[in-house]
């Protein structure tokens, strides 16, 4: 007799292979990933998202909520105890998190960050606290940098609805060093592009992480070797998940780009909580950098905050009226900013078409200088944190152009002279640019984290405003 | 079929979003949307309306977990949601058009290295002429005889599974798939034929 359970017929491996490459020749394995769309499928549906004791019947709702409570304690022991979730899922969970952005009040965030883009060892980069309160609803920040070790102030910005205050540059903090000098100007809203608290302070992120954590977060996400190292419980009280990969990390000191980067994710809520990177120099384990965040909390929108930096100490707060050490202004953010740039120069250059996924913010000085050229910034920037700057440089062709590696001329005649410098910011982000030259002599200077292809191709793009 | 036997890590899933753990859905569908899109796509042949069943197919199969019987595997139960859910989609783009069931008893090398298990050694080699021989002609059967072949040859399913997965009588099942195989070796066959004469033109 037949068995029903076997294969009908012979087996015929020719055309299952042939079906196999059929199908793989379109259906990319590596280019399969439904659980992004599936997971919010699932969020939004109605029966799923109910509650699954609503879906009982009552009848055994009692026995359902004893079984529950037994569940909870056991629950609560095992987390106690043991890791019960995998590298995947804590990554896909803390990618959740970070889409639920809730920008409701003010946020508020302390974290310690250590930077040691050159590689030094022992300790020796720099030890910072970063204090930062954000309120996305009417634009107010302020950002107060201090040195770890000595307290004093390094850095400060901030903008209180009409004034933006900034110190030019970072101060070493030698201890008994003078005031530092923060500039008031007055201005409708300073331009945060290219800063590494953009996004938490333009509410387009709850992490209060910055750039370079989150492009570590989505590399670890592309990657299937990440290992969940554990749980580790902070001095505050945290207790994270770490989990950690290879990874190429950004420093002045790489040989070999390729380093270890660790990620750390709150138990309860999947939050980003820090990140480090390191890389092996001379046989030894090298710290690169590390952020790790001390305080996440959302204020109330009543709460005060001296937003005009009242409050500190060790500043020396002077008058900036002409605006000479002023930050670039926003332009009607919230209106057409390439429209509201046309009415004030003719000689500023943006791209055609904002690029699918971009936004473009564009900032001028509050205040013009007289016989200079307009200056202006036009930037495009992407969630990924990805960005092309273009801002004006002189209204002078360049005299000297040996200092660039490559040149990139446009089918429009505007020639690109590539930089060639050291390829990181002191953000460690990827740096590419150089100076822009027109048809008509005037120079222009472009930044960006794209690819220098990229870039070119964002060059040709590059049209005059009308 | 690769994925035959539940796994700790697909009963833990299963076990996770029946208590209400919609995240307990993620091991299922990075374990199986690749041979469910794969298998999708054979049979729409259009890869973003596969992707778009497959999707639909694990939305289903979360909302309907509670019917599984979590000692079977999962890959069956839910592949025919998902083999029932491409026959429609084709039956609803209606571009198919079934050639006439005539058996032709003519024999030719390409119908027998189909119907026959120990072929003549040239046509065991894959080619890329073969392998696109054996595209068109799945293009040409229509969508039930399509998942037929599909099931068999791709997914690897005894008799027993395929009646079980399609929800069909044995008899149905073995007539579906003698008319596909014959419509095959009938398609392989003109399509032989074509690539012969062009062959001999080119003389």
């Known amino acids: ?466 | 079929m690769t994925v035959k036997i539940p796994s700790l890590e697909e009963k833990l899933a299963i076990a996770s979003l029946k208590q209400g753990d919609l995240d307990g859905m993620a091991a299922l569908v990075k374990r199986h949307q690749v041979r469910a899109v794969s298998a999708a796509f054979l049979i729409v042949r259009d890869p973003k309306l596969a992707e778009d069943i497959v999707q639909e197919a694990f939305l289903r199969a979360a909302e309907k977990i509670d019917q599984f019987d979590e000692s079977r595997p999962f890959g069956p139960w839910f592949l025919r949601s998902v083999i029932n859910a491409s026959t429609k989609a084709v039956g609803r783009q209606k571009r198919f058009v079934p050639l006439d069931g005539t058996d032709d008893e003519e024999t030719s090398k390409v119908a027998e290295w189909l119907m026959d298990p120990s072929p003549h050694p040239e046509l065991m080699v894959e080619t890329q002429e073969t392998r696109q021989m054996v595209w068109k002609a799945l293009g040409e059967l229509n969508a039930e005889q399509r998942a037929v072949v599909i099931m068999r040859h791709f997914l690897e399913m005894s008799e027993a599974e395929m009646t079980e997965e399609l929800d069909r009588p044995l008899t149905t099942i073995r007539w579906r798939l003698k008319t596909a195989r014959n419509q095959l070796r009938k398609i392989l066959q003109l399509f032989w034929k074509a690539d012969y004469q062009e062959t001999q033109d080119e003389r």
């Open chain 1, 1 to 466: 007799m037949k068995d029903k359970n076997k294969p009908m017929g012979s087996k015929n491996p020719t055309i299952q292979s042939m079906l196999e490459h059929l199908a793989k020749d379109t259906v990319l394995p590596e280019k399969v990933d439904l659980w992004p769309i599936v997971r919010a499928d699932l969020a939004a549906s109605k029966t799923l998202s109910q509650p699954k004791e609503l879906l009982m019947n009552k009848k055994f709702t009692f026995t359902a909520l004893a079984a529950v409570l037994v569940l909870a304690i056991m629950a609560v022991f095992l987390a106690n105890n043991v890791t019960t979730v995998s590298a995947q899922q804590i990554l896909d969970r803390a990618y959740q998190a970070q889409t639920q952005t809730t920008n409701q009040g003010i946020a508020h965030f302390r974290s310690e960050a250590y930077d040691n883009l050159e590689g030094k060892s022992d300790g020796q980069g720099q030890d910072t606290i970063v204090e930062s309160y954000s309120d996305p609803t009417n634009g107010k920040f302020r950002v107060v940098i201090t040195d770890k070790k000595t307290g004093n102030l390094l850095v400060v910005f901030a903008f209180d609805g009409s004034n933006a205050y900034n110190t030019e540059g970072s101060k070493s903090g030698q201890p008994g060093a003078e005031l530092l000098i923060v500039y008031r100007s007055a201005q409708d809203r300073p331009s945060l592009i290219g800063t590494t608290f953009a996004d938490r302070i333009n509410g387009t992120s709850n992490a209060g992480l910055d750039a370079e954590a989150k492009s570590i977060f989505d590399k670890m996400r592309l990657n299937p070797h990440v290992e969940l190292v554990g749980k580790e419980t902070w001095d505050n009280g945290h207790t994270v998940y770490v989990l950690r990969s290879q990874q190429e990390v950004k420093s002045f000191a790489k040989n070999d780009p390729m380093g270890l980067v660790t990620l750390y994710f709150d138990v309860h809520t999947f939050q980003l909580m820090g990140s480090s990177s390191s890389i092996e120099k001379d046989g030894k384990e090298i710290l690169i950098s590390r952020q790790q965040i001390l305080l996440d909390e959302i204020l109330p929108a009543s709460s005060h905050v001296a937003w005009d930096l009242s409050d500190l100490q060790g500043i020396n707060i002077v008058d900036d009226p002409n605006g000479e050490h002023s930050v670039f202004e926003t332009l009607a953010p919230n209106v057409n900013p390439a429209k509201a740039l046309a009415a004030k120069t003719d000689s500023a250059y943006l791209l055609k078409t904002v690029p699918d996924g971009f936004s473009l913010e564009i900032s001028v000085l509050p205040k013009q200088p007289a016989n200079q050229p307009f200056f202006y910034q036009a930037g495009y920037t992407n969630q990924a944190g990805d960005y092309f700057i273009i801002r004006t440089f002189t209204d002078k062709p360049l005299e000297d152009t040996s200092w660039a590696d490559e040149t990139y001329t446009t089918a429009s005649g505007l020639v690109l002279y590539f930089v060639n410098q050291p390829s990181i910011t002191t953000r460690g982000e990827e740096f590419n640019g150089g100076l822009m030259q027109t048809p008509n002599g005037k120079t222009y200077a472009i930044e960006s984290t794209l690819p220098r292809e990229r870039i070119k191709e964002f060059v040709e793009d590059l049209v005059l405003i009308k």
